[in-house]
């Protein structure tokens, strides 16, 4: 796995911050540690290094963003209540739930300690068009696959796109939509080979799309992350100058998580 430039993106010092900042003991004992995502840590670091804020902003700005995407995350993974749960399996999703809450709040304190009025909108606004666009995907609300797809691609990347735009930086808000769709296909193709809960999967089974068929909802996911695997690359050959750290990161993640995979596939 390639190495984030800590030198040129300070990636590893905001990383630990945010660590510091969701640590809690209690939690700890009872729920996993939330998974921090490499890949938005570095669109967001990328964004705020071609914007005109402070140093001490941008690290602001990309800390609570990703206080947001961690309370987001948290929360899609509370379980659904069943009969016959034992009394561990309700506290663990209640914890669950508190640990979402927590997390948000968080972001809210750091920034009314910043008084950034406008950022806090930016952000609440976005959470509040998610959710919703969550709740219409897992409703299968959507008439089409290409329409689910296209909001699992907001769900995915609309936090970072709105705080591009925020700081009037959107040049690489094509790229992110692509590339975070694409890796959130591949961890449910993981997922799912491991025997693990691949939600998204389980949806499409369920689907009108897709036959209730394992094997065809796979094949349906290959050729989605290969489509938008080949739109980051040509998105990525029309970025600036200035964005070539994120060009080589997204080069090597490519060739690792997707070529060598192919590749392997095809030889075995």
């Given amino acids: 796995m390639m190495a984030l430039n800590s030198k040129d993106l300070n990636i590893e010092e ?8 969701i640590r809690h003991p209690y939690l700890a004992k009872f729920i996993p540690n939330p998974v921090i995502s490499e890949d938005k840590l570095m669109f967001l670091a990328t964004l705020m290094k071609q914007s005109e804020l402070s140093e001490e902003k941008q690290k602001q700005y990309i800390i609570t963003t990703m206080l947001v995407q961690i309370a987001l995350d948290t929360h899609e993974l509370v379980t659904t209540t069943g009969v016959h749960d034992t009394a561990e399996v309700q506290k663990q999703r ?7 809450d927590y ?9 009314s300690k910043l008084e950034d ?13 998610i959710n919703e666009l969550k709740m219409n995907i897992y409703n299968q609300d959507f008439p089409t696959l290409s329409q689910v797809m296209d909001g699992l691609m907001k769900v995915e990347s609309l936090l970072i796109q709105r705080v591009a735009e925020f ?41 009108p799309f897709v036959q209730v068929n394992g094997i065809h909802a796979i094949r349906t996911m290959d050729k989605l992350i290969r489509k938008h695997m080949l739109r980051v690359e040509h998105s990525i ?3 600036p ?16 998580s997707f070529y060598i995979k192919q590749r392997a596939v095809e030889e075995g």
């Fill in 167 to 207: 700081v009037q930086k959107p040049v690489m808000n094509d790229v992110a939509g692509d590339w975070l769709l694409a890796m959130r296909l591949q961890s449910e193709n993981k997922r799912y080979h491991k025997r693990e809960t691949a939600p998204l999967l389980e949806l499409l089974m369920k689907s």
């Fill in 241 to 256: 100058q200035n964005f070539e750290i994120l060009k080589d990161y997204l080069q090597h993640h490519i060739y690792q």
């Fill in 117 to 129: 009025l406008p950022m806090i909108q930016t952000l609440a606004s976005t959470i509040k068009e």
């Fill in 103 to 111: 997390y948000s709040g968080l972001y809210y304190y750091l920034l």
């Fill in 14 to 21: 905001i990383r630990s911050s945010i660590e510091n900042q």
């Fill in 237 to 239: 050959s029309h970025l």
């Fill in 94 to 100: 209640q914890l669950t739930v508190l640990a979402g």
